[in-house]
């Protein structure tokens, strides 16, 4: 049975599980299959330098190694931040409570979405209060990590057409340039009146 997730806003729980929405389920795909003259069907490989040398999927991997070119063993790896501090892990949302914060619609047009879930329920009744509060486009916010890492996801709650999603990605921010130059005042000079010379020529 799938782990659920525990939301709190108000002091007022909320247990749901997600599902995570497949673009593929939604709007379809095409899938390309290669064949040979026979009908059996063929795999993609990468020809090395040699011209005759063939690497197939799953033949390669990526390592970690030192200034010798030695491997590294991954557990003696530590992670650390720009400023060379450790880097603080963060523990997995399906370890604690989700304390949901107030956000708006300007924080949804500024999340750069790379994942979208639904909720699913076993509760209706509590499915039926998260929807009034998320009633009149109301947002909620909160860091979502699906397991523990060192960098949590920006995610916000909303419902739509009876039904409440999250958006997981990372929140854009925009500076914006402020001109402090002053604007310079020109002086309009009037117009002097001058006589309309006649051209007798145009007559």
């Known amino acids: 049975m799938a782990k659920n997730l525990t939301f709190v806003f108000d002091k007022q729980p909320f247990v749901a599980g997600i599902t995570k929405v497949d673009r593929d389920k939604v709007y379809g795909f095409v899938?390309?299959?290669v064949s040979d003259k026979s009908g059996n069907a063929c795999s993609t490989?990468?020809?090395l330098d040699d011209g005759q040398t063939l690497i197939f999927s799953g033949s390669t991997a990526l390592k970690t190694v030192d200034k010798n070119?030695?491997?590294?063993?991954?557990?003696?790896?530590k992670t650390v931040y720009l400023d060379g501090k450790d880097a603080?892990?963060?523990p997995s949302s399906y370890d604690g409570e989700i304390a949901l914060?107030?956000?708006s619609m300007d924080d949804v047009f500024n999340l750069e979405v790379t994942t979208v879930y639904q909720l699913t329920w076993e509760d209706t009744a509590s499915k039926a209060s998260m929807l009034k509060l998320l009633e009149a486009g109301n947002v909620f916010q909160f860091v979502f990590n699906y397991r523990a890492d060192y960098e949590g996801a920006d995610a916000l709650v909303l419902s739509s057409q009876n039904e409440i999603f999250i958006l997981t990605g990372k929140m854009l921010k925009f500076e914006y340039l402020e001109n402090k130059s002053a604007i310079p005042l020109v002086e309009e000079t009037?117009?002097?009146e001058t006589e309309e010379e006649v051209?007798?020529?145009m007559l």
């Open 31 to 33: 899938q390309e299959l």
């Open 101 to 103: 914060s107030k956000a």
């Open 69 to 77: 070119n030695c491997e590294v063993d991954k557990k003696s790896l």
């Open 45 to 47: 490989g990468n020809l």
């Open 190 to 192: 009037p117009l002097e």
């Open 88 to 90: 603080t892990l963060i």
């Open 199 to 201: 051209d007798f020529g």
